[in-house]
């Protein structure tokens, strides 16, 4: 039962572009969300999170935005850069166990 | 900068033969996870400790795997036997557990299993 969604499998923008990444989410008693990012053959690596009684958090260009009535959250990144290429989870937090989707994977090209 | 070390970073096996991974959490997080990761797919949770103590093993197939954080420091992660479904890459991860950081976990690089 797959709590955390994430629909795209993957995602590819030009350089200097807006990458979105959207995550959609089942169990209302989450209320803290993270984004990780993952490059191949390394572990996942904290990127930015949301607590639920936010609807938006930004550090430099990533911005993570919160739809709480929608159980819906996304991650925009502008400018888009070619380093940002990697797989990008989006998780959620259930006492202290994360819950990840499968993952969206995003090519930033040139 | 503090890490969260895992040691095999690969792993090849025989099916029903035992295997095991070690994990070292970054120094003072309380919180340790082990997390298994198929290809294509998110992490997902096999086992969770505060310290010493198992808070979530839900996941863990309990008749072939086992964990263990004997001081509350570092944990190995035991198959046995392995099973040709076990090939995944297992990661470790810690947290400090509590306050604004509570979900930001560090993950170690992973062990990259495969069993034959």
């Known amino acids: 039962d797959q709590q955390v969604k994430q629909n795209s499998p993957s995602l590819s923008v030009q350089e200097g572009r807006i990458s979105i990444l959207n995550c959609d989410y089942t169990?209302?008693?989450?209320?803290?969300f993270l984004w990780y990012k993952k490059y191949p053959a390394e572990g996942p690596t904290f990127l930015i999170s949301i607590s639920s009684i936010k609807d938006k958090n930004e550090d430099g260009r990533f911005t993570v935005f919160l739809n709480k009535s929608a159980k819906h959250l996304s991650l925009h990144i502008v400018p888009s850069q070619p380093g940002d290429s990697a797989v990008y989870f989006c998780?959620?937090?259930?006492?202290?166990?994360?819950?990840f989707g499968k993952g969206t994977s995003l090519l930033v090209t040139p | 900068e503090a890490e969260v070390a895992q040691s095999p970073r690969y792993k090849i096996t025989e099916k029903s033969q035992a295997v095991a991974f070690w994990c070292d959490p970054i120094?003072?997080?309380?919180?340790l996870y082990w997390y298994r990761q198929i290809l294509g797919q998110g992490p997902e949770l096999l086992v969770q400790f505060q310290d010493e103590s198992v808070v979530d093993d839900s996941q863990l197939p309990k008749d072939r795997f086992s964990a263990e954080r004997l001081k509350g420091v570092d944990s190995t992660l035991k198959i046995q036997p392995a099973e040709l479904g076990d090939s995944a890459m297992y990661l470790c991860?810690?947290?400090?557990?509590?306050?604004?950081?509570?979900?930001?976990?560090?993950f170690g690089q992973g062990t990259r299993l495969t069993v034959v």
């Open positions: 991860a810690s947290s400090r557990g509590q306050g604004n950081g509570v979900g930001e976990a560090f």
């Open positions: 998780a959620a937090l259930s006492g202290y166990a994360l819950n």
């Open positions: 169990n209302s008693m989450f209320d803290y």
């Open positions: 120094s003072g997080h309380a919180t």
